[in-house]
């Protein structure tokens, strides 16, 4: 299996280009099944996790045209241009050996039921960062008018005829939940409101997309109208059609390099961000002493470069993860990776996963000082790392792991990079072309 092999690293210098957002592409992939024709994205990134999902797609019955382009001095591919054929007639069973291997696959579920009128998706497992319960998905649906059984580890889903319109409550503004009811919502009969939605930028991304696809869908958000809680409102159509789109900037990618750049000091340019989805991030890396600026990109794109200098002396930030625009659960690990490094103690709060903490054992084995009680990690600054062998446990875990092995004396081995394979595109690539010492090894 292959690992890394990361140095301790000076400082990283020099520009670079986020690639589109993972979270986003997962569920506008899927979407693509709720409309029969050619759909055209562009900047999906070329991750574990969309090659997942490509083979998903084909195995429903659908035909993807990949053009790829190499970059890195040819030493990777990007995907240039991804179109998904979907047929008219689709395969509706998801199973166990293709959804085990990815969570996301839960996504398919709406878009089947709303185009098939029944469907047979493999009950995702759970993973390293908490059991991952789908019930608030299953809940959405059945308010929808599908019936749904739990069957052999088979989520059985029927609806005779089109699903109704419904309102729905949702317990927590799950990411999953409202995109696979706002798909299934997108070709049902009648108006559908899910009441405490999420409307991370993700998801917006996936309601652009559905509206470019002909689907009637408002949103307010309870930070602009004042609400107490988000609303999307769907009003079903009876067909889509499919259409074309660009992907939304990895906002989590961006923010990973922005903390490696806090964290070994120097001068960082990212381009192709949208700093409007990481202002939170952005607030507290200036709170922790980094200079930061946001210039708009001046084209049609809506994106922004972003600058980061840092002189490696970190204050101590206390944060706690929540939802969008709070700050995000998705870079927790990372801001603990650089609170070792901090001029005094921190504390983080988990708040979205119960068991988000995987990576404070191998953390301390680099030579951090982290307790946890409960849901709370206390951080000890001043830690000076040194290089170990240790092992990602889940995405974001890794790379934490990897911010660490750029400031820890010596040559730290991460293992078990597979799952970083699954949500960074070029990690090595990206950070050797800013200076830092990080190869890949079989
Ligand atoms: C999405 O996961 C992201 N994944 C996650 O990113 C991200 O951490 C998460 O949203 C939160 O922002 C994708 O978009 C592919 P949730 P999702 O449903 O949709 C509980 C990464 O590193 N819950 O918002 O699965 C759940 O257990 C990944 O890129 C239920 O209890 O997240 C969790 O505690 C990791 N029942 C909380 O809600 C349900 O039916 C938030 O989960 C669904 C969720």
Same mark, same amino acid.
């Given at each position: 299996?292959?690992?890394?092999?990361?140095?301790?690293?000076?400082?990283?210098?020099?520009?670079?280009?986020?690639?589109?957002?993972?979270?986003?592409?997962?569920?506008?992939?899927?979407?693509?099944?709720?409309?029969?024709?050619?759909?055209?994205?562009?900047n999906i990134p070329n991750l574990e996790d969309v090659k997942l999902s490509f083979k998903l797609l084909k195995h429903f019955g659908c035909n993807i045209e990949v053009n790829t382009k190499p970059v890195?001095d040819k030493k990777a591919l990007s995907l240039s241009s991804v179109v998904i054929d979907v047929p008219k007639k689709l395969k509706n069973i998801a199973p166990y050996e293709l959804v085990r291997k990815?969570?996301?696959?839960?996504?398919?579920?709406?878009?089947?039921?709303?185009?098939?009128?029944?469907?047979?998706?493999?009950?995702?497992?759970?993973?390293?960062?908490?059991?991952?319960?789908?019930?608030?998905?299953?809940?959405? $649906?059945?308010? /929808?008018?599908?019936? #749904?059984?739990?069957?052999?580890?088979? %989520? +059985?889903?029927?609806?005779? @005829?089109?699903?109704?319109?419904?309102?729905?409550?949702?317990?927590?503004?799950?990411?999953?939940?409202?995109?696979?009811?706002?798909?299934?919502?997108?070709?049902?009969?009648?108006?559908?409101?899910?009441?405490?939605?999420?409307?991370?930028?993700?998801?917006?991304?996936?309601?652009?997309?559905?509206?470019?696809?002909?689907?009637?869908?408002?949103?307010?958000?309870?930070?602009?109208?004042?609400?107490?809680?988000?609303?999307?409102?769907?009003?079903?159509?009876?067909?889509?059609?499919?259409?074309?789109?660009?992907?939304?900037?990895?906002?989590?990618?961006?923010?990973?390099?922005?903390?490696?750049?806090?964290?070994?000091?120097?001068?960082?340019?990212?381009?192709?961000?949208?700093?409007?989805? $990481?202002?939170? /991030?952005?607030?507290? #890396?200036?709170?922790?002493?980094?200079? %930061? +600026?946001?210039?708009?990109? @001046?084209?049609?794109?809506?994106?922004?470069?972003?600058?980061?200098?840092?002189?490696?002396?970190?204050?101590?930030?206390?944060?706690?993860?929540?939802?969008?625009?709070?700050?995000?659960?998705?870079?927790?690990?990372?801001?603990?990776?650089?609170?070792?490094?901090?001029?005094?103690?921190?504390?983080?709060?988990?708040?979205?996963?119960?068991?988000?903490?995987?990576?404070?054992?191998?953390?301390?084995?680099?030579?951090?000082?982290?307790?946890?009680?409960?849901?709370?990690?206390?951080?000890?600054?001043?830690?000076?790392?040194?290089?170990?062998?240790?092992?990602?446990?889940?995405?974001?875990?890794?790379?934490?792991?990897?911010?660490?092995?750029?400031?820890?004396?010596?040559?730290?081995?991460?293992?078990?990079?597979?799952?970083?394979?699954?949500?960074?595109?070029?990690?090595?690539?990206?950070?050797?072309?800013? @200076?830092?010492?990080?190869?890949?090894?079989?």
């Amino acid at each position: 299996m292959d690992y890394f092999k990361v140095q301790k690293t000076l400082s990283l210098n020099g520009k670079i280009n986020i690639s589109g957002a993972k979270n986003a592409s997962l569920p506008l992939l899927f979407s693509s099944l709720l409309a029969e024709g050619k759909h055209s994205f562009s900047n999906i990134p070329n991750l574990e996790d969309v090659k997942l999902s490509f083979k998903l797609l084909k195995h429903f019955g659908c035909n993807i045209e990949v053009n790829t382009k190499p970059v890195f001095d040819k030493k990777a591919l990007s995907l240039s241009s991804v179109v998904i054929d979907v047929p008219k007639k689709l395969k509706n069973i998801a199973p166990y050996e293709l959804v085990r291997k990815m969570r996301a696959s839960i996504l398919c579920l709406g878009p089947l039921i709303a185009r098939c009128h029944q469907a047979k998706v493999s009950l995702p497992g759970g993973c390293a960062i908490g059991l991952r319960p789908v019930d608030y998905h299953i809940d959405g $649906l059945q308010a /929808l008018g599908a019936d #749904l059984k739990l069957l052999d580890g088979y %989520i +059985e889903a029927n609806a005779d @005829g089109l699903l109704k319109g419904a309102n729905i409550n949702l317990k927590f503004p799950s990411v999953g939940a409202t995109e696979n009811i706002i798909m299934a919502a997108s070709l049902a009969a009648g108006s559908t409101c899910i009441n405490n939605a999420s409307l991370e930028p993700e998801v917006l991304d996936l309601i652009f997309y559905l509206k470019k696809m002909g689907a009637d869908i408002i949103f307010s958000s309870k930070q602009e109208d004042g609400l107490d809680k988000n609303k999307i409102i769907i009003n079903g159509v009876e067909r889509l059609k499919a259409s074309c789109h660009k992907v939304i900037p990895d906002r989590i990618e961006a923010g990973t390099f922005l903390i490696a750049g806090a964290m070994t000091g120097g001068d960082l340019h990212l381009n192709n961000v949208k700093a409007c989805h $990481l202002e939170s /991030l952005l607030k507290n #890396l200036q709170a922790s002493g980094c200079k %930061i +600026e946001v210039e708009k990109c @001046g084209d049609d794109s809506g994106e922004d470069k972003i600058y980061l200098s840092s002189d490696k002396s970190i204050t101590a930030v206390n944060i706690k993860t929540e939802v969008y625009p709070g700050f995000p659960t998705d870079l927790q690990a990372q801001w603990m990776s650089m609170m070792t490094q901090a001029n005094g103690k921190s504390i983080i709060e988990e708040t979205i996963f119960e068991n988000r903490f995987m990576h404070i054992p191998e953390l301390n084995r680099l030579g951090a000082n982290i307790k946890v009680n409960k849901s709370t990690a206390f951080i000890s600054g001043y830690a000076k790392l040194k290089s170990a062998s240790v092992m990602a446990t889940d995405l974001r875990a890794g790379s934490s792991l990897v911010l660490a092995g750029l400031v820890a004396t010596g040559e730290t081995q991460i293992h078990r990079i597979y799952h970083l394979d699954r949500g960074y595109e070029f990690l090595e690539h990206k950070l050797s072309s800013v @200076g830092a010492i990080i190869k890949r090894c079989r």
